[in-house]
């Protein structure tokens, strides 16, 4: 059972940063292939950036694509999800996730967390 914790949601202004954390308690964490998702009021969760399992590739949902940056360290068992120039329509709670595939598809990830709200003002 992996147990993912999020953290660094927050209320941001329009053009702003924020710098999203998951720790995993899983210390094969190296294993799973990590994907966050976001879910805004009334619609469906949907996809937002995906990481294999080394690191070395990476996938973006194309509405935050050249703003958004997935990473991962293994060793500390983290992935971070770094949000730059954010707009209103980011506003949503995020989640991470882990799942054996390296996927764009929630129904492959297995393991999620609690969310962190991000809110994003104009």
């Known amino acids: 059972q992996v147990q993912l914790v999020e953290s660094g949601g927050g209320l941001v202004q329009a053009g702003g940063s924020l710098r999203l954390s998951c720790a995993a308690s899983?210390?094969?964490?190296?294993?799973?292939?990590m994907g966050w998702f976001r879910q805004a009021p009334r619609k469906e969760r949907a996809f937002v950036a995906a990481?294999?399992?080394?690191?070395?590739?990476?996938v973006y949902g194309d509405s935050v694509k050249g703003r958004f940056t997935i990473s991962r360290d293994n060793a500390k068992n983290t992935v971070s999800l770094q949000t730059n120039s954010l707009k209103p329509g980011d506003t949503a709670v995020y989640y991470c996730?882990?799942?054996?595939?390296?996927?764009?598809?929630?129904?492959?990830?297995?393991?999620w967390g609690q969310g962190t709200q991000v809110t994003v003002s104009s």
């Open positions: 996730a882990a799942g054996l595939s390296y996927s764009k598809v929630k129904s492959d990830y297995d393991y």
């Open positions: 899983e210390r094969t964490l190296s294993s799973y292939a």
């Open positions: 990481i294999n399992p080394s690191g070395g590739s990476t």
